[in-house]
């Protein structure tokens, strides 16, 4: 037998051994196997047949041909089995076999295979390594979870401990200031006991301040703080801290000084906010400053989109070491010093209240010379109607202690004497306008939208039914909480009173007390409706609620003007920034008395309005089931996703992604 391996490049012969065995490589794997019959005189009688066994069992003829042909053979071992006969007679019992091996291609080989086991080995430790590792690593976090959840119920305990002993010291704090107050207006009591008394309420105040204080503290931390913003200027609500403090001071060595600009600005902010901050680093100043002076500055940074109020607290004292001034804001921390120590709370509050107002506070110190402190709060300027006044405010002025932001009042009267003294029982607790008849109330009802209106019934040239039927017929006072005043106490002028719809009666002469609890009464009115015709626009609105509104025609008519206002809010709900002047042009009404109309409504200005409508559409988007939170943010108009969740948050106390899944 002769071998012929086809190769690429070149064929080559092979003769198998004396043990019958022939190897070839892998490459040689298609051969032909030569057959010869070693007696030439029966070269075309002998016949052959085969098979390869290994590859296949049966055996295959062959008849005269000398050729075995193979192609493509795998490798492996293989017995190549031949055997003869002559023509028409039986296969020989005996038969040739050759043995062939084809070696496997190199990848496939013993010394591949060993080293494929070892990578394999080596991968199969790594994952194992690294599945252990992420085991032990997810123990160890649960471990940490659950001791972060056991550290916060046990400063939650702690700080509710803390709350509930502030609330209870409150209580006595009450039962003492009250009697001192009472002593120090007694006639009878010496010089000298009084001065003992004022030392005893002036450090009961300072008690009872440090327990309003903790319990703003444990608000802030517990993130129950709201910002609530306001329109108004600053420098009023800066000028009256001040001056509280500079009355209170009774340091013949400390002076309090307030620096304003002249010319001040509208702006939101929250006003409780503020107050807190400035009361805070004024009574930290003012300890800390035995000679000198103590000096408040207000001014403005503007920027493209906002504008920052900075609020600065100088003062001439002992100072702050360097080494302390990082840490003077940590909550507790309390700067070594020779005079009396305090709670470490006040700058700890000051900063989380400065963060709430989207801020932050700043210091500078020098030891022996004195500290600067600098609070940088975000604030929005707000366009002052053509006829609201630019407010003015020197230097050197300063309102008394009690004034601030008051309801406005329109009383309408025509007997002079009646008129002032209604006046000064009123102008104690509301803003008070006036006018001498119906005309002139009326011209003023629809500039100024006060929050209620006392009127005179007999007057001349417009009387008091006059008025109230302008009123209630014109979109922008239809509003507005009327009293009427009259001496005619007969049942047909009631009746129509209330036809007209008056909102109370109120018979000559005229009691004090009563006028103001029947004031309190109609405006605690007015804020309840305030609820009612808000919950019109919420999509969860109880059915019984839609039924109240409906069967009441005054609420019904106003919550159809705020309908109509959120409605043309809808329209033009995917744009980031609406024009109040527009939205007022398309309601017919000036932008001043849009924001009054609304606000006297609602208890919301027109850009909380607008807040309210788009958080109100978005939620109706999450219930859809449609779009996923940052889609339903940019179709109501919110390009900010933080803002967007800080909002929704605040009107359904609960984050976009918890409200949806509980309404899917």
């Known amino acids: 037998m002769v071998f012929n391996t086809g190769e690429r490049e070149a064929q080559s012969e092979k003769y198998p051994s004396l043990t019958d065995m022939i190897s070839l490589e892998h490459e040689e794997n298609s051969f032909r196997v030569e057959l010869a019959v070693m007696d030439y005189a029966l070269n075309d009688i002998v016949e052959f047949s085969y098979k390869l066994q290994g590859l296949d069992d ?87 979870k659950l001791q972060l959840e056991q550290d916060g119920k046990l400063h939650m305990e702690r700080m509710n401990f803390y709350t509930n002993i502030t609330h209870e010291l409150r209580t006595p704090l009450t039962l003492i200031l009250g009697p001192l107050e009472d002593l120090l207006h007694e006639e009878k009591l010496s010089s000298k006991h009084k001065d003992w008394v004022f030392i005893v309420q002036k450090n009961a105040n300072r008690l009872f301040s440090l327990v309003n204080q903790l319990l703003e503290f444990r608000k802030v931390e517990s993130q129950y703080k709201p910002l609530v913003l306001g329109e108004g200027f600053l420098s009023e609500l800066v000028a009256e801290t001040v001056h509280k403090h500079a009355v209170a001071n009774n340091n013949d ?73 990082n840490k003077i804001f940590d909550k507790f921390y309390q700067v070594p010093r020779s005079v009396s120590q305090g709670t470490g709370v006040g700058l700890a509050l000051v900063k989380e209240l400065a963060a709430i107002h989207h801020g932050k506070i700043t210091v500078k110190s020098e030891l022996g010379i004195g500290s600067e402190f600098c609070v940088r709060l975000l604030t929005s300027a707000v366009v002052i109607p053509q006829n609201e006044p630019v407010v003015l405010l020197p230097e050197a002025t300063m309102p008394s202690p009690g ?32 006018a001498e008849n119906g005309i002139e109330g009326l011209e003023l009802a629809k500039s100024r939208i006060p929050d209620i209106i006392i009127s005179d019934l007999m007057m001349p040239d417009m009387d008091g039914f006059g008025l109230l039927q302008e009123l209630k017929g014109e979109r922008e006072t239809s509003h507005i909480p009327v009293i009427l005043l009259t001496a005619k106490d007969t049942e047909p002028d009631k009746e129509r009173g209330y036809a007209l719809g008056v ?162």
Request: proline letters at 3%; glycine letters at 4%.
């Open 58 to 144: 049966n055996w295959i003829f062959l008849g005269n041909e000398k050729n075995l042909d193979f192609r493509n053979i795998p490798y492996g071992k293989y017995e190549l089995r031949i055997r003869t006969r002559q023509k028409n007679e039986n296969w020989s019992a005996d038969y040739e076999r050759l043995f062939i091996t084809i070696s496997p291609p190199y990848y496939l080989s013993i010394p591949a295979l060993v080293l494929y086991s070892i990578l394999i080995a080596v991968v199969s430790f790594i994952l194992l390594s690294l599945y252990v590792k992420k085991i032990n690593a997810e123990a160890q976090l649960r471990v940490k």
């Open 403 to 434: 004034e601030g932001p008051q309801q406005l009042l329109l009383l309408v009267e025509d007997d002079r004497d009646l008129r002032e003294y209604l006046n000064s029982v009123l102008c104690s607790k509301f803003e008070v306008i006036k």
């Open 253 to 325: 060595r400390l002076e309090i000084i307030c620096k304003i600009a002249q010319v001040d600005i509208k702006t939101n902010f929250d006003a409780e906010i503020v107050q807190m901050i400035l009361d805070n680093l004024l009574s930290n100043a003012c300890k800390y400053t035995a000679s000198g002076t103590v000096e408040v500055c207000l001014r403005y940074e503007h920027e493209t989109l906002s504008t920052c109020a900075l609020i600065e607290v100088k003062d001439t004292g002992c100072g702050i070491a360097p080494e302390h001034l």
């Open 503 to 664: 909102d109370s009666y109120l018979t000559k002469p005229i009691s004090p007390q009563l006028l103001h609890r029947r004031i309190e009464n109609l405006l605690s009115k007015q804020k309840s409706m305030y609820n009612k015709v808000l919950a019109q626009l919420s999509t969860q609105i109880k059915q019984d609620s839609a039924t109240e509104s409906i069967n009441s025609p005054e609420l019904w008519r106003e919550n159809a003007f705020v309908q109509e206002f959120a409605n043309l809010v809808e329209e033009c709900i995917q744009d980031e920034v609406m024009d109040t002047a527009t939205l007022a042009n398309k309601m017919n009404m000036s932008q001043s008395t849009l924001y009054r109309k609304l606000k006297g409504l609602t208890g919301k200005n027109i850009n909380q309005l607008v807040r309210k409508v788009r958080i109100q559409k978005a939620a109706q988007l999450l219930r859809s089931g449609q779009y996923n939170i940052t889609e339903v943010s940019l179709m109501v108009g919110i390009n900010s996703s933080i803002y967007f969740r800080q909002c929704f948050k605040e009107e359904f106390g609960q984050l976009p992604s918890e409200y949806q899944k509980k309404k899917l």
